[in-house]
């Protein structure tokens, strides 16, 4: 039991609510557009959350590679992290890795086969974003572009992915309602990075906290959270009102602000993460409402 315990463990469960959330967002806009189909749900759902498992698997391996995570990185401290610990071979990440982006690669060749080409090329752009996040050549998260990515993978690209699936059409109102979760989602890792200022430059790679410094970190940390609540306030002047119950978050996005202000927590990118999934779900339900009350 231990053995599967180390690679759940390994996958970061927890991370795939946000992911969840992506699906969910888009499969709901579509689901107020039209007919809804849940067997295209649940392979694109599945499809996604391989695709992310699969991220976080060479992720780790790569950044024990390099360095990056040791024993003493702040994540480790605070959750479990199998491969720092050596509780899993390292090859055997990387395999695994493999495995489980062609699984999401698969199922995602039979949605192209029954929704269109896009999904190929929305899948394409995932499957390389996740491969080379940490992997050579490009390692793009070691050169300040890792926010940017994960913006616009939790964003826009998964949300009208999930909404092509079922319309086999794009939307602007998708991309629009995605804007202020991918940001939320993007925080995550800003609140990692400003967390992790130090180890990361003692490792000689460049995020984008370093490139702003701790303090203008925390400056866009506050500014993208705000445009978030703000963007929602527009949606609900343009979408449905019932986007608003989004507004219960704030006592947690206000105190997540105080402590990443004050004192930067080990967990800031859990409890980034907290406030992600509650104005997530909160988002999914609003748009369920809308298409269910109108």
Not at 5 to 20: E, H, Q
Not at 59 to 69: A, I, Q
Not at 84 to 106: D, K, M, T
Not at 238 to 263: E, G, K
């Amino acid at each position: 039991m231990g053995v599967y315990r180390n690679w759940f463990l390994a996958s970061r469960p927890w991370s795939f609510s946000m992911t969840a959330i992506s699906v969910g967002v888009g499969s709901a806009m579509a689901a107020i557009a039209g007919p809804f189909q849940w067997p295209l749900f649940l392979l694109a759902l599945a499809s996604a959350v391989l695709l992310h498992a699969a991220t976080n698997l060479i992720n780790d391996y790569y950044d024990v590679r390099h360095g990056v995570d040791t024993i003493e990185v702040a994540t480790a401290q605070y959750r479990p992290h199998p491969v720092v610990e050596g509780l899993i071979p390292a090859e055997q990440v990387r395999w695994v890795a493999y495995a489980l982006f062609a699984l999401a690669a698969l199922i995602g060749l039979y949605l192209t086969a029954v929704c269109g080409m896009v999904i190929f090329w929305i899948g394409l752009t995932g499957l390389l974003a996740g491969l080379t996040y940490t992997a050579p050549p490009l390692k793009y998260k070691y050169v300040a572009l890792g926010e940017l990515s994960v913006f616009l993978m939790w964003g826009p690209l998964m949300v009208e992915g999930a909404y092509y699936v079922q319309r086999q059409a794009l939307s602007a109102q998708a991309f629009w309602v995605s804007l202020p979760f991918g940001a939320l989602v993007a925080l995550v890792l800003l609140a990692n990075n400003i967390r992790d200022i130090d180890h990361d430059r003692s490792r000689h790679i460049h995020t984008l906290a370093i490139m702003l410094g701790r303090r203008r970190g925390q400056k866009a940390f506050l500014l993208l959270m705000g445009a978030a609540y703000v963007g929602i306030l527009a949606l609900a002047r343009t979408l449905t009102p019932w986007v608003l119950i989004i507004f219960f978050t704030l006592p947690l996005a206000i105190r997540l602000l105080r402590q990443m202000i004050d004192a930067v927590p080990n967990d800031a990118d859990a409890q980034t993460a907290k406030l992600d999934t509650a104005f997530g779900v909160l988002l999914v339900a609003s748009l369920v409402l809308e298409g269910l009350v109108g």
